[in-house]
């Protein structure tokens, strides 16, 4: 059984989730708010929202029910998160790697997983901030939203459930990892296209070619093909 909770507001729904996993006895346990005043993003970043215009939402997953590798797990988490936001806006959505999920150039959610013990059982926490009604986004220049660039207006709970059944029907029926890697590489933002890096805080031309299994992506720079691992490289388009 898969239960999905609301809290009016909170400063992280990663950080509030446990508090519901020690009372409920449930492989798939989903907390949200349309208030989150202090999100967390990859490797210490920070997710900045308005309130009542965006989602914040976390799943914790048992993780007996997995066999994958936490990069596997990762690649997987952001391809059904990109197939139910290509569903809903019918638009062409990508992935940047490794797990920012981007609509016309534009980002519109970070994904933040980590693996956690709670209460003596061993859990996936798929945090995930989606940027949907918010129209201002002056301090961020490479993020958008989802009304914005659809022209489309979305109710905040209808998505949030939608959201969560979705997910909760996807992570009951994991492809192989063959499967997972090829879609993952289909899916990259600026695959095969010449694009502008940073590495050791100096700008040159590269080509991302593709993902491996081990969480790397590799790229044709000038010097040759090349593999990086987050954070050594940023990709400025």
């Known amino acids: 059984m898969a ?3 609301y809290l009016k507001e909170c400063p992280s729904t990663n950080d509030e989730i446990s508090k519901f996993l020690l009372y409920e006895n449930s492989d798939f346990i989903a907390l949200h708010t349309f208030n989150q005043t202090k999100g967390r993003g990859q490797y210490g970043n920070t997710w900045s929202s308005t309130a009542e215009k965006n989602v914040a939402y976390t799943l914790a997953v048992s ?15 952001a391809i059904i998160i990109r197939d139910f936001l290509a569903n809903m806006t019918e638009c062409d959505v990508k992935i940047k790697w ?19 013990k709670i209460n003596q059982k061993n859990y996936f926490i798929i945090g ?3 940027n949907v009604l918010q129209e201002n986004f002056d301090e961020i220049s490479n993020a958008s939203s989802l009304s914005v660039l659809t022209g489309k207006r979305f109710r ?16 009951s029926n994991i492809p ?7 879609r993952f590489n289909d899916l990259l933002f600026r695959k095969d296209e010449i694009s502008v890096f940073e590495i050791d805080k100096k700008r040159q ?3 991302i070619k593709f993902c491996d299994e081990k969480g790397e992506i590799w790229i044709e720079l000038e ?3 090349r593999s990086f691992y987050h954070k050594e490289i940023k990709l400025l388009y």
Not at 156 to 171: G, N, Y
């Open 3 to 5: 239960q999905l909770f």
């Open 205 to 207: 031309n590269g080509i």
């Open 156 to 171: 905040l709970e209808e998505f949030t459930v939608s959201l969560h059944d979705f997910l909760i029907e996807k992570l």
């Open 176 to 182: 192989t990892d063959g499967e997972i890697l090829k």
């Open 63 to 77: 993780t007996h029910h997995f066999t994958l590798s936490d990069f596997m797990f990762n690649y997987y988490t």
């Open 223 to 225: 010097e040759g093909l």
């Open 98 to 116: 490794p797990n920012d999920i981007i609509l016309k150039s534009k980002k519109i959610v970070g994904i933040l997983i980590e693996k956690k």
């Open 128 to 130: 995930a901030g989606f």
